[in-house]
């Protein structure tokens, strides 16, 4: 896997699929009109392929309906997505046994340089949540 994940046309899928994955989700709705994902045209080709990522719990509602809204879209792309908390995340990213890692906060120097380096990856904000308390 580590190849794979390190190639450019690996690294350029995995990016893809997991922006067209955020945007579906985002722009994604109840079906009833507005806000309904897209359909795929005809000449829609995202060829085939599995991806497995890891990470932080917070998101994983969203990813959960962003890869299933993606794998009724295009069903020769699966995506499983398991949520273990940000640090098994990232080690399981890091030692590369997973194609794609989740966390709340962007990685660390040594955990950068673990991964690959800031040039083997992209890191970018894919939820914002809200803490509210009380006074």
Known sequence: MADN???GVMFGRVSGVLA?????????????GLGSAPAPTSTTDVGS??????????????YLKAFDTYRHLYPKVTV????????????RFTQQTVDFGA??????????????????LVEFPATVGVVAGCL
């Open 20 to 32: 067209a994955l955020f945007w579906l989700a985002a722009c994604g709705g109840t079906g009833s």
């Open 80 to 91: 499983a997505y398991d949520a273990v908390g940000s640090g098994t995340g990232i080690q």
């Open 103 to 120: 966390t709340d906060v962007p990685l660390k120097p040594d955990e950068l340089a673990a991964a690959g380096g800031d040039q083997s």
């Open 49 to 62: 392929g599995a991806l497995h990522g890891a990470g932080a719990t917070f998101p994983a509602p969203f």
């Open 5 to 7: 994940r390190k190639g």
